[in-house]
């Protein structure tokens, strides 16, 4: 059981450089999301996606860009990244919860991205 | 912006003890969900509570949601070092994308 797949784990990058953080789940949930967790924090939403070719901007989205071309993938692109980035980076996949609300997010193990 | 307030941020007890860790917010949610999250790991669904006053119970950790649905608490009895993690708080509202709102969460130590 796959569930959600992030790619890479760990990761330098010098200021300025850009990189895309991958995402893939495989459970054909509707929903994907991805998160960022620093201290002191919690989980922020940095963009989310309700389906195929349909995203949006979550809490913090300044300094990411994202697509959905398929329903499995959701990759993070930071465009040119800052120090302000170092965090620990969380994909999360769910389906609707209907009228209750949520239903639960499925997380992947997280890609850990040092800006220097 | 709903905010989830959680209380306390850290907690290191000894094995054996009882805690109860708290969710506050001054906002209604439709529902309530608590995560724990290891070191290295995503967080993993331990529970949902959806309807006010609800009292979910799993194996020593005992779940409620406030009836006025803006507060949840989370007791674990007889704490194992099993339970050490971070435990968070999550909220969410039914329609559109049904965002959820997490808390800071509550870092558990159990000492053996």
């Known amino acids: 059981n796959a569930g959600v797949t992030q790619t890479p784990k760990f990761q330098v990058l010098k200021t300025g450089q850009s990189m895309t953080l991958q995402c893939a789940q495989d459970m054909n949930h509707e929903y994907m999301s991805w998160y960022r967790q620093d201290p002191g924090m919690g989980l922020r939403l940095i963009h989310y996606s309700v389906g195929a070719g349909i995203t949006d901007q979550g809490e913090v989205p300044n300094g990411y860009n994202v697509s959905r071309s398929t329903t499995e993938d959701f990759p993070l692109r930071l465009l040119s990244a800052a120090p302000s980035q170092t965090s620990v980076y969380f994909c999360a996949s769910s389906y609707s919860g209907g009228q209750r609300g949520p239903g639960e997010l499925f997380f992947g193990e997280g890609s850990r991205l040092t800006v220097l | 912006t709903q905010l989830l307030e959680q209380s306390p941020q850290f907690l290191s007890i000894q094995e054996g003890e009882n805690l109860t860790v708290y969710c506050n917010s001054s906002s209604v949610f439709s529902s309530l969900q608590w995560y724990r999250q290891e070191p290295g790991e995503g967080p993993v669904l331990l529970v949902t509570?959806?309807?006010?006053?609800e009292v979910k119970k799993l194996k020593r950790l005992t779940f409620q949601f406030g009836d006025a649905r803006k507060d949840s608490s989370l007791h674990i009895t007889a704490a194992q070092p099993g339970d050490t993690g971070l435990y968070l708080c999550a909220g969410g509202n039914s329609g559109g994308y049904q965002k959820v709102t997490f808390g800071i969460g509550t870092k558990l130590q159990v000492i053996p």
């Open positions: 509570v959806v309807t006010g006053g």
